[in-house]
């Protein structure tokens, strides 16, 4: 929104009924929410404007939702092996993944 001077965050995490105020920013485009847990995490979002010396809150955006995952990624088993030729400065030979 062009005419903001910041945005109010609303987050409803897991087991909450509803969204709550979660934080107000600067007019900035990016935030990044430091969960509490695993689990899908639901965020609105109201801009703040001023206009004669008054603020006044939009209403909320449509809610998105976002899962949170503390598990890492299993590590990857089909990467690409390097093997150096015997006796050579460096050269090798790059292997693809197999299956």
Do not use: C
Request: no cysteine.
């Amino acid at each position: 929104m062009t005419d903001a001077i910041g945005y109010r965050i609303y987050r409803q995490a897991p087991g909450e009924s509803s969204l709550t105020e979660r934080q107000d920013l600067a007019a900035i485009t990016e935030h990044t929410d430091a969960t509490s847990g695993d689990g899908v995490y639901t965020y609105a979002v109201a801009s703040l404007r001023d206009a004669n010396g008054q603020q006044s809150l939009s209403g909320l955006s449509a809610a998105v939702q976002e899962a949170a995952d503390s598990t890492p990624p299993a590590a990857r088993r089909t990467s690409p092996l390097f093997f150096p030729d015997r006796g050579s400065s460096g050269n090798g030979r790059l292997l693809p993944p197999r299956g």
